[in-house]
Every structure is written in structure tokens, then in C-alpha cells.
């Protein structure tokens, strides 16, 4: 085996940014220092699809698939998270259900649950690119993972995006480009998700004074 | 670009306007922009699927418009007959819609429900033309849910409106998943989802499974056609959606049913095994005794027509059903004979039904009231309605010279000769069946006499009776373009033979090229084409010359109060009612209808002898939904109490659920 290009490196870069940034959202518990590690982490995104645009032999929809990745989830979803952010200031995760420290073991323990399951995938898919997707799943395991876990309405939101990066970096990967029909569709509910989510958080604060999710209990029966 | 494509795509650009136009503009010539850009739609699709049922044939395949299967589209005979029933029931509800949402903007005016309208049309059309299994289900998915958002147009007026919709969304949703399942099953097995691979896979599909598949295919298409037991959401829907929706559905929309278990069992499953058709006779023949049964002691007019759908449905599966048995027999003559009545009948029910509805709309628009007890008299104030409406039921009661006769007719023509090598089944079967025929006609003449001669004779019986006013005229025009298809469809029904004959031989029924069975057919037919045109003649000049007879020999005419038991003045009190007059059958009735009889008397405080008032309430319950349904839902919801704790309000915990299930998957498939 000759030894990898750069691109080749690049996209392995980007995935492991991918990984990194999934974690470090699990990690670090201000909400102020969430957003501009999905920001990092939609980058990344959009430099893997940018990538297998370039190698695409259709390359024209791949690359519009790209630059609308790119728009949403670099521009536009941080821009509605900020607003969110503007909402509660000094939002913290002071006391989430399953401890930092704890999280970040149960991470792991997700990656490899990931791995694991992905190796069918991995072995019938052609394409090199492929033997990343584990990735894309174990960033959809640790979204859920977070969402499950946290209290505050924002984490919950964060948690959502994690998982719709996992899918679409999984869609990427395993297949040879996603269409067009598809992405946009899923790009406007993704959208209109977090547009619902900060609507609510808004409601919330306006009504309990914070954004914790559990004070929703109150509205069960 | 052929004919059949022109127009299609004319029909949906049109009814796509329809509901931009809808969106766009206000509420004075809303529902006119919509009724008549609805209606040349519906026109073009009549055109569309006339020129298929004369043996055009158009296909599409557009695999960039639905994404992962593609949309497939393709017309034939079968296909175009249904379009052609479907697009003309448009182009008349089209017509009506605009006096009938008229000006009000609200109700059935309402921007949303005009926006649909267009839609659910457009909606219709999509399904018969549609050539693969997902394009089948969107189309019908597409049908169930603006249909089920047309029949809460008037959500706010009545409670019984969201029940309406409640049953409606439940019974649907259950039909689609059934055929879900079971088309994408027969898809994954045949080796294709589009028609033409299933076609050519058919033969490798295995007994157990096609039947299963049919199976599945006979709850979601059944259940839509509206055949018991599958029935309880079409009374409601029918009778508390706006009329035109009314008209929509029970003429054109329940027609698709039949002809997803046509295109399903004959055309997809090759045929299949005797039982399956014998399973779907005896459907029809439950249907048709139990609706005709609840029609003639139902007060509400259009929970009548409701009923009389069940009815009509019922009758054309057991045509339909006989079909198959008869082509499992190998008696080509008697099931080319049996499909050709079922079809028919189809196209007469679509007919007489949206006049008849159309007819109820108008009533129901004029006095507030669908009560038929509360009407009456209605002959002198609504007499364009009152004509029509009882045209219609002349048809819907299949007495001569109405359509209704014509294929009912045709019908017990296929039962009664069920040929001497017919097996035991068909033997046993083909004069039950007769019977059934018989019972449904006769009971149905007693419910259609009801409707007309309480409803809109005598005198009336309620204060908006009294001042009721006709309708606009786009709502006359709209039922006379409805006569004039059931007097048509009367007079000169022969002129659908070729379609006829030209779909069994599709569906393989009539053996390709064999030219003895289709001259037999077109000879057997020839009897019944040339008939309905004498017997039309033969009454009119029979009531014709008993009239000039009478004028010319009897005594003179003079006038003379009724008689009146010496009581005073005759009073509306002293008529016939809806219910007084179905009181009879009713009592014949009693064990299957086990109406709810409560008389309230008040004695005077003097004496309990005499007697100060009686109260007298009625009910006549849904016995197959009382015996069927509430134990289910009774069940689910103390199921649905018992795993409530499971749901305790933390978002957390439902998170929490989400992630535990994919995890075990993701376990699972990989100690697996």
C-alpha cells in the first residue's frame, strides 16, 4: 500500500474532526461553547461532501448538494443556535443526568458499538470512502446519547443536529452521493426542527424563567 | 404526445390552477374560479380515460419526481373505464361546487376546503393511471388524506363531524396498511415494484403468499370501497361531509376500490384460486342486504344514500366475485357476462349517486335539516330537485327504465346461468346469490320510495320545509348533466359493450383471439343492448296511451276534498313520516336491526290513567360496529391506560426509550 495522498488525508482529517467535535459536545457543558463546535463540526461536513463531489463523475448536483450542506449547517443553523443562545444567557448543563466524566466512557463504549455494527456495511459498500461510516453512526449513538441526558431545551437541540450530522455524513459515506430531492428535503425539516425547538425554548423561558425541559413535566395530566 | 397524455395533463394542470386560484383569491369568486377550473379538469380526465377504454395507450415513467422508486404511470382499458367514471363525477361536482359553496366563504367556501377540492380530484385520478406499487400508494395516500381533510370542512358545526373524521382516518389508515404490506410483499416476491414486472413475475410467486397478498388487498381495498364489515366510517363521512365531497367519494372515490381488487386479482395475481372469489361474492352479498337494510329505516337523507353506497358496492364485488368464479370454472361467457354487469353498475351507481347526493345537498343546503321526517313538500317550492332527485332514485331503486336496471339486470342474467358444468360451489352459490339480488332490489324500491314521497311529497313538515328555495342554477345544471349521464347510460348502455369486452380479455377472462366465446358475448349482449332502448319506449308509450285511454273512455274527472275519517282538515301530522313509513320493513327487520325503542310516558298527576304526554325515541344502531368494533377499542383503550405509566412526561425518559431500541438493534445485529 502506497502511502496516502492528500486528499486522502484531508478526508481523513475531516473525519476525525467529525469524531472530535461529537465529543467535545458532549464534553464541554456551556451552551456559548456548543455552537462553534457544530460550527467546526458542519465544516467538516461540508469538506466531505466538497470532497467526494470532486471525485464524483456527476459532479454538478454533488457540488449543489455540498454548497447546500455547506449554507445550512455552516451559516444558517448556527446563526437560529445563536439566537437560541441570546434567549438564556450563561446557560449551563449544571447537573446532566449521567456525570462528564461518565459521558465520555459511555462515548466510547457508543464508537465501538458503532464500529461493530457498521462492519456489513463496510464490507459490501465498493467505494473506499466507505470504511468511514462507522462515524457517521457512532455521531448519530452520541447525539441520541446527549439528547437523552441533558436537561436544558438548547442540549436538546444540539443533540438533534448531532444525529442529523451522523446521518448525512452516513448517507455521504455509504452511498455514491446522495440526490439532490433528498437532501433538500431533509435539509428543510432539520430546519424547521430547530426553528420549532427554539420557538418552544422561547415559550418556555417566557413561561418558567429558564430552559430546563424537565419543568415540562408539569404539563402531563 | 397522444390524446390520453393531452388530456391528463390538462386535467392535473387544471386542477392544480384550481387550488393555486383557490389559495389567490377572495371569497366572492373563490369557489367559482375553483368549481370551474375543477370542472374541464374533470372533463379532460373523462376525455383521457375515454380515449384509453377505446384502446389507447399511454405510459410514463418519471424517476425523478418520487425519490428512491420514481413515479410510473400507464393506461389500459380497465384503467381508463374508471378514469372516465371518476373524471366525469369531477366535472359535474365541479359545476355544483360553485352555487354550492357560493359566496359565503365559510364551510364548504372555505379557502382550505377549496384548495382540496381541486386536489382530492386530481388525487383520484392519479390512482387508476397509476402503473407501480409506490406510485399506487402515494396516489392513494394522497386520496385518503384530502379526503379525510374535506370531510371536516364543517368541523366547527358538529360534534359528529370529528367522530366522522375519527373513524374515517382509523378505517383508511387501516386499509393502507394492509395494502402497504401487501403490494410491496407481492413487489419483493415478483422481483419489481412496477405493474409489468409483477405481471411477469406472478407466475413464480408461490399459492400461500398470493393469497395473503390478496388477502391483505381485499381489507385495503374493501374497506375503501366501503363493503361490511369494513363499512362504519362510510355512514358518517357520507353523511357529515359537505355534499359535493359527499358526491365525490361515494360516486367516484369508494369506484377505486373495485378497481384496486380488479387490477389486483385478475390482473396482477393472474386469477388466483377459486376462494378468494367466493370470499369476496360473499362479501358483497353482506354488504348489499346489510346496506340496503340500514338505507330503508334511516331517517338521515344522506345517511340513507350512505347506505345504499354499501349497498351498490356490495352488488358490484358480487359481480365481480362471480367474474372470478367463473373464470376459475372456465364458463368464459358467464364471467365476461358477470364483469361486464359489475362495471357497469359501477359506472350507473357513479351516476345516479352524485345526483342523488347532489340532490341531498341541495335539499340539505334549503331547509338546514337532513332529517327526512322534518322535510315534506318540497315538490312546490324545489321543483327542479325534486324532479331530478326522484330520477335518480328511479335509477338507484333499479326499476326500469333507470340505469340501475339495466346492469342489476345484466347481473342476475350472469347468476342465472351459471352453465351445466358449473361445480358444486357455483351450484350452491349462483342462486343464493340471485336471491340476495332479488331482496336488495325490492327492499331498495321501499327506501327510495321513502326518500322521494316523504322527503320531497305531501306536505312539509317543518317551517324551513315550508320556505325552502331552490338552488342557484349552477347546481341545477350540475344535476342535469348527472340525469343526462344516468339517462345515457339507460338508453343506450350497449355503446359500452367494446370497453366492456375489451377489458375482460385484458384481465384474461375471455380467452385471447377465441372468437366463438366473443361472438356468444356479443350475442347474449346483443339481447341486452337492444333492450333498455324498447323497454324505455315501451313504458313511455304504455303510460302514454293509459293516459289518453282514461281521458278519452272514463268518466269525466271532478274534484273533491280527501277524504279525512271525518277528522277536520288533513294536517301534516297525519302523514306518513321517514320513519312511520319504514316501520313495516323495520318490523320484518327487528332481529337483525334490533332497533332502541324508549317511550317516555308522563301520566297526569290526577290519575295514573290518564295519560299527560308520551315521548317516543328511536334508534337503529350500527349492529356489525356495536358487535365488531367497540370491544376492539374498548380493549386498546384499557390497553392504552394499563402502559400509561410508561409515559410519565420526561422528555428524557421518551429520549431514553429511543436510544435503548436502537442500541438493541445495533446489539442484536451484530451478535447476530
Given amino acids: 500500500m502506497h502511502g496516502a495522498t492528500w486528499v486522502e488525508q484531508a478526508f481523513n482529517l475531516a473525519c476525525g474532526l467529525l469524531l472530535l467535535t461529537a465529543v467535545g459536545a458532549l464534553w464541554r457543558r456551556e451552551t456559548s461553547a456548543l455552537i462553534p463546535i457544530l460550527t467546526v463540526q458542519g465544516g467538516a461536513l461540508t469538506a466531505i461532501a466538497v470532497m467526494l463531489a470532486a471525485g464524483h463523475p456527476d459532479g454538478g448536483q454533488a457540488v449543489l448538494v455540498a454548497v447546500v450542506v455547506g449554507l445550512l449547517k455552516v451559516v444558517i443553523i448556527p446563526l437560529l443556535l445563536r439566537r437560541v443562545h441570546r434567549l438564556v444567557r450563561n446557560a449551563r448543563e449544571t447537573r446532566p443526568l449521567v456525570n462528564v466524566a461518565t459521558s465520555l466512557l459511555a462515548a466510547a463504549g457508543l464508537c465501538l458499538l458503532a464500529y461493530a455494527a457498521a462492519r456489513p456495511l463496510v464490507a459490501v459498500a465498493e467505494s473506499p470512502t466507505a470504511r468511514a461510516t462507522p462515524v457517521g453512526l457512532s455521531l448519530v449513538l452520541i447525539g441520541f446519547f446527549l439528547a437523552a441526558t441533558r436537561h436544558r431545551a438548547i442540549s436538546q437541540i444540539v443533540g438533534l443536529l448531532l444525529i442529523d450530522n451522523g446521518i448525512a455524513a452516513t448517507a455521504f459515506l455509504a452511498t455514491d452521493g446522495v440526490p439532490l430531492i433528498v437532501e433538500l428535503g431533509v435539509c428543510a425539516d432539520l430546519v424547521l426542527a430547530v426553528l420549532v425547538l427554539q420557538v418552544l425554548t422561547a415559550r418556555m423561558v417566557h413561561t418558567f424563567g429558564d430552559g430546563d425541559l424537565d419543568d415540562l413535566r408539569e404539563l402531563h395530566d | ?672
Avoid at chain 2, 18 to 44: E, K, N
Avoid at chain 2, 636 to 641: A, I, K, Y
Fill in chain 2, 1 to 672: 404526445m397522444n390524446v390520453v397524455a393531452a388530456s391528463l395533463s390538462a386535467a392535473g394542470g387544471l386542477a392544480v390552477a384550481g387550488a393555486i386560484s383557490a389559495v389567490l383569491f377572495g371569497r366572492s369568486v373563490r369557489a367559482a374560479l375553483v368549481g370551474l377550473l375543477t370542472a374541464p379538469a374533470g372533463a379532460a380526465a373523462a376525455v383521457a380515460g375515454a380515449a384509453a377504454a377505446g384502446g389507447v395507450s399511454w405510459s410514463l415513467a418519471a424517476p425523478y419526481l418520487l425519490p428512491l422508486t420514481g413515479v410510473e404511470l400507464a393506461v389500459d382499458p380497465l384503467s381508463g373505464w374508471f378514469l372516465l367514471l371518476i373524471g366525469a363525477v369531477t366535472a359535474v361536482t365541479g359545476v355544483y361546487t360553485v352555487g354550492y359553496a357560493g359566496r359565503q366563504g365559510h364551510g364548504p367556501g372555505a379557502r382550505p376546503s377549496l384548495v382540496l377540492l381541486p386536489l382530492f380530484a386530481a388525487s383520484l385520478m392519479l390512482v387508476p393511471v397509476a402503473a407501480s406499487v409506490p406510485t399506487l400508494l402515494v396516489g392513494w395516500e394522497l386520496m385518503a388524506v384530502t379526503s379525510l381533510l374535506l370531510v371536516l370542512t364543517e368541523h366547527r358545526h358538529a360534534p359528529a363531524v370529528r367522530d366522522a373524521g375519527i373513524w374515517y382516518a382509523a378505517l383508511t389508515q387501516l386499509g393502507f396498511v394492509a395494502l402497504l404490506i401487501g403490494l410491496v410483499w407481492l413487489a419483493g416476491t415478483a422481483g419489481g415494484p412496477s405493474f409489468a414486472a409483477i405481471r411477469a413475475g406472478a407466475r413464480d410467486v408461490d399459492a400461500a403468499t398470493a393469497s395473503v397478498v390478496f388477502l391483505l388487498g381485499l381489507i385495503g381495498f374493501a374497506g375503501k370501497a366501503g363493503a361490511v364489515p369494513l363499512h362504519p366510517w362510510l355512514p358518517r363521512a357520507h353523511a357529515e361531509s359537505p355534499s359535493h365531497v359527499s358526491a365525490l367519494m361515494s360516486a367516484a372515490m369508494v369506484k377505486l376500490g373495485v378497481y384496486g381488487l380488479l387490477r389486483l386479482g385478475f390482473d396482477l395475481l393472474g386469477g388466483g384460486a377459486p376462494w378468494w372469489w367466493l370470499l369476496l361474492a360473499a362479501v358483497g352479498a353482506i354488504s348489499a342486504l346489510y346496506g340496503i337494510t340500514q338505507a330503508a329505516v334511516a331517517r338521515d337523507i344522506k345517511r340513507m344514500l350512505a347506505f345504499s353506497t354499501s349497498e351498490n358496492v356490495g352488488l358490484i364485488l358480487l359481480g365481480v366475485g362471480f367474474a372470478g368464479m367463473y373464470a376459475q370454472a372456465g364458463n368464459s361467457t358467464a364471467a365476461v357476462l358477470a364483469l361486464a354487469a359489475a362495471l357497469l353498475h359501477a359506472a350507473n351507481h357513479g351516476a345516479f349517486k352524485a345526483l342523488l347526493f347532489a340532490g341531498a345537498g341541495s335539499v340539505v343546503r334549503a331547509t338546514g335539516t337532513r332529517d327526512m321526517d322534518r322535510l315534506g313538500g318540497l315538490v312546490r317550492t324545489m321543483p327542479a330537485t325534486t324532479v331530478l332527485f326522484a330520477g335518480g332514485a328511479l335509477a338507484a331503486a333499479a326499476l326500469p327504465p333507470g340505469n340501475g336496471f339495466v346492469s342489476e339486470w345484466l347481473l342476475l342474467q350472469s347468476l342465472l346461468h351459471p352453465g351445466p358444468d358449473a361445480g358444486p360451489m357455483l351450484t350452491i352459490a349462483a342462486p343464493i346469490a340471485v336471491a340476495v339480488v332479488a331482496a336488495t332490489a325490492g327492499i331498495g324500491v321501499a327506501t327510495y320510495v321513502k326518500a322521494v314521497g316523504t322527503g320531497f311529497l305531501a306536505r312539509p313538515r317543518s317551517d324551513r320545509a315550508a320556505t325552502a328555495r331552490e338552488s342557484p342554477p349552477s347546481m341545477v345544471v350540475a344535476m342535469v348533466l348527472a340525469g343526462l349521464a344516468c339517462v345515457a347510460l339507460a338508453v343506450v348502455p350497449g355503446l359500452t359493450i367494446p370497453v366492456l369486452s375489451r377489458i375482460a380479455g385484458d384481465l384474461r377472462l375471455a380467452p385471447p383471439g377465441g372468437t366463438v366465446a366473443a361472438s356468444t358475448f356479443a350475442l347474449r349482449v346483443e339481447a341486452a343492448t337492444l333492450w333498455p332502448l324498447w323497454t324505455v319506449v315501451g313504458i313511455v308509450a304504455g303510460t302514454a296511451a293509459v293516459a289518453v285511454a282514461a281521458r278519452a273512455l272514463g268518466r269525466a274527472r271532478r274534484r273533491a276534498p280527501a277524504w279525512d275519517c271525518g277528522g277536520g282538515p288533513l294536517t301534516e301530522r297525519m302523514e306518513y313520516t321517514a320513519t312511520s313509513f319504514a316501520e313495516p320493513l323495520q318490523r320484518v327487520f327487528d332481529n337483525v336491526l334490533a332497533p332502541e325503542r324508549d317511550v317516555d310516558v308522563t301520566h297526569a298527576d290526577e290519575s295514573r290513567y290518564h295519560v299527560a304526554a308520551i315521548r317516543f325515541h328511536q334508534r337503529i344502531p350500527d349492529r356489525v360496529e356495536n358487535r365488531i368494533y367497540r370491544p376492539l377499542v374498548t380493549a386498546l383503550r384499557s390497553l392504552g391506560e394499563r402502559v400509561r405509566p410508561l409515559a410519565n412526561g420526561s422528555v428524557h425518559r421518551y429520549l431514553g426509550y429511543m436510544l435503548v431500541a436502537l442500541l438493541a438493534v445495533l446489539v442484536v445485529g451484530v451478535l447476530r
